[in-house]
T-cell receptor
Framework: GNSVTQMEGPVTLSEEAFLTINCTYT??????LFWYVQYPGEGLQLLLK?????DKGSNKGFEATYRKETTSFHLEKGSVQVSDSAVYFCARGPSGNTGKLIFGQGTTLQVKP | DTGVSQDPRHKITKRGQNVTFRCDPISEHNRLYWYRQTLGQGPEFLTY????????KSRLLSDRFSAERPKGSFSTLEIQRTEQGDSAMYLC???????????????FGPGTRLLVL
């Protein structure tokens, strides 16, 4: 099938801790992969993306590498801040002619001072 | 701000009433998408347009739902005879079709939160 699976939350970390949020996908072909972030009370914002195998997307200290062999796109950050507290969504882009994104269920990150 | 805008931001209605939401995409974007997000879940695709053509509809889009994009710019999503199960956040996104298929980025609006009593 076509799906995206994220690790369940909430993830609670202390400030400056290392973050990993796991994401795996199933798809036919090689879709683009995305991480979106939703801060409290706000809409979805694109955090980073990768469009082909071995690409690394990065933004605001976050990184994710498109791993074709493990069908994964794990999100990492070396040192989280309180302001990173949000819900993070992994998504895969369209395969074939469809334009839709397929989202994971979201992972809530809480960073404590 | 020239991002995606949605109106209204919140809507409370009684079961059985009709509601209509509007989405204004980023001006040069030719693709427009509607998603639905329920609490604790990721957005689920409903439908999308390329210019004024509706190219795909999800099974989630029952016959009570209809979407239009008459001039290839703004779009409306109407729900007829609302049910309590329709309560959700309705998200609109837009993108610019790229030569490399699937590489486009969808930009989301703030959403319309619907509560059906």
């Amino acid at each position: 099938g076509n799906s995206v699976t994220q690790m369940e939350g909430p993830v609670t970390l202390s400030e400056e801790a290392f973050l990993t949020i796991n994401c795996t996908y199933t798809a036919t072909g090689y879709p683009s992969l995305f991480w979106y972030v939703q801060y409290p009370g706000e809409g979805l914002q694109l955090l980073l993306k990768a469009t082909k195998a071995d690409d690394k997307g990065s933004n605001k200290g976050f990184e994710a590498t498109y791993r074709k062999e493990t069908t994964s796109f794990h999100l990492e950050k070396g040192s989280v801040q309180v302001s990173d507290s949000a819900v993070y969504f992994c998504a895969r882009g369209p395969s074939g002619n469809t334009g839709k994104l397929i989202f994971g269920q979201g992972t809530t990150l809480q960073v404590k001072p | 701000d020239t991002g995606v805008s949605q109106d209204p931001r919140h809507k409370i209605t009684k079961r059985g009433q009709n509601v209509t939401f509007r989405c204004d995409p980023i001006s040069e974007h030719n693709r427009l998408y509607w998603y639905r997000q329920t609490l604790g879940q990721g957005p689920e695709f409903l439908t999308y347009f390329q210019n004024e053509a509706q190219l795909e509809k999800s099974r989630l889009l029952s016959d009570r739902f209809s979407a239009e994009r008459p001039k290839g710019s703004f779009s409306t999503l109407e729900i007829q005879r609302t049910e309590q199960g329709d309560s959700a956040m309705y998200l609109c996104a837009s993108s610019l079709e790229l030569v490399v298929r699937g590489a486009e980025t969808q930009y989301f609006g703030p959403g319309t939160r619907l509560l059906v009593l």
